[in-house]
């Protein structure tokens, strides 16, 4: 068994497998279904399993729910109600899930994805115990193999350099399925039909694993079967049922910002062929209309919006496209009242907002000004009482509500300690 850490010249192969498997799973190019279809067909062979047939599904969601239909029409022999059983399975997931504008194409791809698959005929079993057999298989061919050749340090050191950069890279698309998995309901399908929903593997979901494996077979050395690795690399996510896959295509576009987080100003930050979309502006997943029409966004409808993380980003979206937009904007029409100014440090703007604490800005002007010659502001939210976060995470007193306490409490000083000799 290996103990010793990884050589010099092995942790210099690790930027390789990060790039490679992040881009896998970050990967927007359409599928090549002959390819994937090859790949899934080994995938179950190397199980003990009869090949699959598979059925192509536009986007993840479809696919998830095509898996669940169906393996709800066969287990309980309901195919003559199979319209009214697709219907009452899907509708509110798509509710949960999907923009009005999607309900349509995606209930279509549903029904057309069952209809293929039902045409069929295959032996069904169970239903999902392939999921388990595949699993199974990885675990006896790589996992127990792995654990007897390299100490659980060694193990440990490849997570942090290898898995973590990988999956922080990538994301966990996946986690905007969950929210339809449990919008399906439960008095129609039982539990075992339900198991079908989560019986999928692939990228971008797996994608951190297939990386290591990568990375342990061909810079370690260890033997491993690569079928696994090759199911990943083909396809998108995939629902592993008896005799039968659904396939999803993958996304046709990802937008993310410098920091990784889906976020797009014009559109979807995630969409697929079927429609499905998701909005997000630095990570946080937002309405449609949000991003698509900022200028249906009201100072009734932020003040009315429970959720902090929206209301933030619909303030910042407040009249997008004009001069004066964001939070300078909906201070200016929400009536936010002025409480200080001082020609050196800005404005200290107080507004009340129904069943929270005040909220307090204060109003800063760039020195520096933009290459049109214009100087930006900014505005900075600060504590009611101006008091300062302290190191060890207590606050310190309160400050009289000025303009320079305001300023200086982000910076973590008092007033009285805060006499900058240049601003920028």
């Given at each position: 068994m290996r103990a010793h850490p990884l050589t010099a010249a092995e942790r210099a192969r690790l930027p390789e497998f990060v790039q490679k498997w992040t881009g896998i799973g970050l990967s927007t190019k359409p599928v090549d279904d002959g390819r994937a279809e090859r790949a899934l067909c080994r995938l179950y062979r190397s199980a003990g399993l009869a090949e699959p047939r598979i059925v192509w599904a536009p986007c993840p969601m479809t696919a998830m729910l095509s898996a669940i239909a169906y393996l709800a029409i066969r287990v309980t022999g309901r195919q003559g109600e199979a319209d009214d059983l697709v219907d009452r399975i899907i509708r509110f997931a798509l509710i949960a899930i999907a923009a009005p504008s999607t309900h349509r194409p995606m209930r279509l791809a549903v029904e057309r994805a069952v209809a293929a698959a039902s045409s069929l005929a295959v032996p069904i079993g169970k239903g999902f115990e392939a999921g388990f057999a595949i699993n199974d298989r990885r675990r006896a061919s790589f996992d127990r193999r792995v654990d007897a050749m390299l100490a659980p340090a060694l193990q440990k050191e490849l997570r942090t350099l290898l898995i973590e950069p990988i999956r922080a890279g990538v994301g966990n698309l996946s986690w905007l399925l969950e929210p339809a998995l449990n919008s399906v309901g439960h008095g129609i399908v039982g539990s075992q039909t339900r198991l079908a929903g989560w019986a999928y593997f692939g990228a971008p979901l797996w994608a951190p694993y297939a990386g290591q494996i990568d990375y342990i077979h061909r810079v370690l050395g260890i033997p491993i079967d690569r079928r696994f690795l090759d199911t990943v690399e083909r396809s998108g996510l995939y629902w592993t049922l008896d005799g039968i896959c659904f396939a999803a295509e993958r996304p046709t576009h990802i937008n993310r910002d410098e920091a990784g987080h889906l976020h797009c100003e014009v559109g979807p930050a995630l969409a697929y062929p079927s429609g499905w979309s998701w909005w997000h502006w630095h990570g946080v997943g937002v309405p449609q209309s949000v991003i698509e029409e900022p200028e249906r966004i009201t100072v009734e409808a932020i003040e009315e919006e429970r959720h902090p993380?929206?209301?933030?980003?619909?303030?910042?979206?407040?009249?997008?496209?004009?001069?004066?937009?964001?939070?300078?904007?909906?201070?200016?029409?929400?009536?936010?009242?002025?409480?200080?100014?001082?020609?050196?440090?800005?404005?200290?703007?107080?507004?009340?907002?129904?069943?929270?604490?005040?909220?307090?800005?204060?109003?800063?002007?760039?020195?520096s000004p933009e290459p049109d010659g214009a100087y930006r502001h900014f505005f900075l939210r600060v504590h009611p009482e101006l008091r300062l976060i302290l190191t060890d995470g207590t606050y310190g007193a309160a400050q009289r509500l000025t303009v320079r306490n305001a300023v200086a409490s982000t910076f973590g000083l008092s007033g009285a300690e805060y006499a900058p000799d240049v601003e920028t």
């Open positions: 993380a929206l209301r933030r980003v619909m303030i910042e979206r407040y009249r997008w496209g004009q001069k004066t937009h964001g939070i300078a904007a909906y201070l200016r029409d929400a009536g936010a009242r002025r409480l200080d100014h001082d020609a050196a440090f800005g404005t200290l703007w107080y507004l009340e907002l129904a069943g929270e604490a005040p909220t307090l800005m204060v109003e800063v002007r760039n020195h």
